[in-house]
């Protein structure tokens, strides 16, 4: 399973764009890259996957490099309610566990 | 849309009491977890049912036993409840695989006193 590398924290403001990082060094051909998102006192949530380029849906953008050893998620006018811990998971179809890390904690400040 | 449900929602035990977690969900989903998540960690895989009629350990199963009752309900026990089981329990399901989307619980606050 490929191992994932996340900050742990980051700090914005509302209104700005904020650019979460995702190392996955050992990303594997079957291997998708996957978010989540939790906020406080709840579960996780699905928020987006992609396997190459850029995905896009309401929420967030995925970019993902040519070679994909890393993935930007991408939340654009980031306001107080997006403070929450987001999630970087590289799955396989082949597998049927989802393994979390610590998560980068994000805090949108006023 | 219920989708995945979670009782109780809180609890608090006494050391060496037992009991039972109840999860449900109603995607008829293959798959279903259960996590716990402690106070500034990310959440550890306790047990995991692939499809029905089937369980297996996750990262950290001691202390605990899953019954996969049918493909709806996914429940996990606590035989002697412990302090160190104080956390939150989060039940999940997805279609099957890594790679689809899984849902989770409201999740179950435990303390072990």
């Known amino acids: 399973l490929a191992k994932t590398t996340q900050p742990i924290s980051m700090d914005s403001y509302e209104g700005q764009e904020v650019n979460i990082t995702c190392s996955h060094n050992?990303?594997?051909?079957?291997?998708?890259i996957t978010w989540y998102q939790q906020f406080p006192s709840q579960g996780p949530r699905f928020i987006i996957q992609?396997?190459?380029t850029k995905v896009t849906n309401e929420v967030a953008s995925l970019f993902i490099p040519a070679d994909r050893k890393s993935s930007t998620l991408s939340l654009p006018r980031v306001s107080l309610s997006d403070t929450a811990v987001y999630y970087c998971?590289?799955?396989?179809?082949?597998?049927?566990?989802?393994?979390f890390g610590k998560g980068t904690m994000l805090l949108v400040s006023p | 849309n219920a989708g995945v449900t979670q009782t109780p929602k809180f609890q608090v035990l006494k050391t060496g009491q037992s009991m039972t977690l109840q999860c449900a969900q109603d995607?008829?989903?293959?798959?279903m977890y259960w996590y716990r998540q402690d106070p500034g960690m990310g959440l550890r895989l306790i047990y995991y049912?692939?499809?029905?009629?089937?369980?297996d350990k996750g990262e950290v199963p001691n202390g605990y036993n899953v019954s996969r009752l049918n493909k709806r309900e996914f429940s996990l026990r606590l035989e002697s409840a412990a302090p160190s089981q104080t956390s939150v329990y989060f039940c999940?399901?997805?279609?099957?695989?890594?790679?689809?989307?899984?849902?989770f619980g409201q999740g179950t606050r435990l303390t072990v006193v």
């Open positions: 999940a399901s997805s279609r099957q695989g890594q790679n689809t989307e899984a849902f």
């Open positions: 050992n990303i594997a051909t079957n291997d998708y």
């Open positions: 992609g396997y190459k």
């Open positions: 998971l590289v799955l396989n179809s082949g597998y049927s566990t989802l393994t």
């Open positions: 995607m008829n989903h293959n798959s």
């Open positions: 049912s692939a499809s029905e009629g089937t369980t």
